[in-house]
């Protein structure tokens, strides 16, 4: 079978949202629990299929700690890799060659991609992030606003009191 075709019929077999805004290449977006969604984008080339979805923005601090906690979390990895792009923002990327393009292998890829990236997010932006989520937390605590997304990093807080 195609790989579009096998690719458009797991995303309708999984429910999923998508979009295809060229020809052989389908965005799809993954839904998660600490990371709300995740866009994953599927590049179909010639002889294999390329994997990339986006994981966080570039850190604003504890870079060099950040990359060294990825690369040893590589290790564990099935098919799909941490990696950064030149703005310095986070990614997973994978490759496989087109024939082992299958529903069954694509299942274990949306798995892959959301258990990589939902486990990991909201250590990354506390690794990444924490003194951004302090100060947000200070503004929302100030205005009364809502801190339901926040709570996750209460600690971060507390810590200081």
């Keep these: 079978m195609d790989p579009r075709e096998t690719i458009l019929e797991s995303i309708a ?19 998660g629990i ?38 040893h979390k590589n290790i564990n ?8 792009n030149e703005l310095g ?6 490759r496989l060659p087109l024939d082992s393009v299958t529903s069954s292998e694509l299942d274990r890829i949306f798995g892959a991609v959301l258990e990589y990236c939902d486990t990991t997010f909201n250590t990354l932006l506390e690794m990444g992030f924490a003194d951004a989520i302090r100060r947000e937390w200070a503004w929302r605590l100030s ?19």
């Excluded at 077999?13 to 839904?31: A, Q, S």
């Excluded at 923002?89 to 994978?94: A, E, R």
């Excluded at 996750?152 to 009191?161: G, Y």
């Design 13 to 31: 077999e999984h429910k999923l949202e998508f979009e295809e805004p060229v020809k052989n290449t389908i965005i799809v977006t993954l839904p």
């Design 89 to 94: 923002d986070i990614y997973l990327v994978g």
């Design 77 to 84: 990895l099935y098919a799909l890799s941490y990696a950064v």
């Design 143 to 161: 205005r009364g606003e809502s801190m339901e997304n926040l709570k996750a990093f209460a600690h971060l807080v507390e810590a200081e009191r």
């Design 34 to 71: 600490k990371k709300l969604h995740t866009h994953c984008v599927f590049l179909i080339g010639q002889h294999s299929l390329s994997i990339n979805a986006f994981v966080i923005r570039k850190p604003d601090q504890n870079q060099s700690q950040i990359h060294e906690w990825l690369l």
